[in-house]
């Protein structure tokens, strides 16, 4: 079994057990563009929302650097089916905490995200 297999699958057992938190994403919609004529903007997209199930665990002591890796900072595992790959600095929401996405390790055995590990922080 592989490192990813075992991640997807605590996160499964979390689930199951009801420790596992929702995990939500969104990512802005496109504003389109500007219509001199109409003086409208046109073909934009609204913003999307993704959500997924996380499990939340923190990092050791001996992982907190001060910088990179600050006190409070969490690691949030998310699976990668149906959710999206977050970036840096933005705003995502662990059981119903919005907090800061500060880095994000993916998963990816071959071309395809499995799981993403998401740096939090503020949560």
């Given at each position: 079994?592989?490192?990813?297999?075992?991640?997807?699958?605590?996160?499964?057992?979390?689930?199951?057990?009801?420790?596992?938190?929702?995990?939500?994403?969104?990512?802005?919609?496109?504003?389109?563009?500007?219509?001199?004529?109409?003086?409208?903007?046109?073909?934009?997209?609204?913003?999307?929302t993704?959500?997924?199930?996380?499990?939340?665990?923190?990092?050791?002591?001996?992982?907190?650097?001060?910088?990179l890796?600050?006190?409070?900072?969490?690691?949030?595992?998310?699976?990668?089916m149906?959710?999206?790959?977050?970036e840096?600095?933005?705003?995502?929401?662990?059981?119903?905490?919005?907090?800061?996405?500060?880095?994000?390790?993916?998963?990816?055995?071959?071309?395809v995200?499995?799981?993403?590990?998401?740096?939090?922080?503020?949560?």
């Amino acid at each position: 079994m592989t490192d990813a297999q075992k991640a997807l699958s605590m996160v499964e057992r979390a689930k199951k057990r009801g420790r596992a938190s929702d995990t939500s994403l969104t990512k802005a919609g496109s504003g389109g563009t500007y219509n001199p004529g109409t003086g409208e903007f046109e073909g934009g997209s609204d913003p999307v929302t993704y959500t997924a199930w996380g499990v939340k665990i923190g990092y050791e002591q001996t992982d907190i650097d001060g910088t990179l890796i600050q006190r409070g900072d969490q690691r949030v595992y998310v699976p990668a089916m149906g959710f999206v790959r977050p970036e840096t600095n933005e705003q995502i929401t662990v059981g119903g905490k919005v907090c800061t996405v500060v880095g994000v390790e993916v998963v990816a055995p071959g071309d395809v995200d499995v799981l993403y590990v998401i740096q939090v922080r503020g949560l």
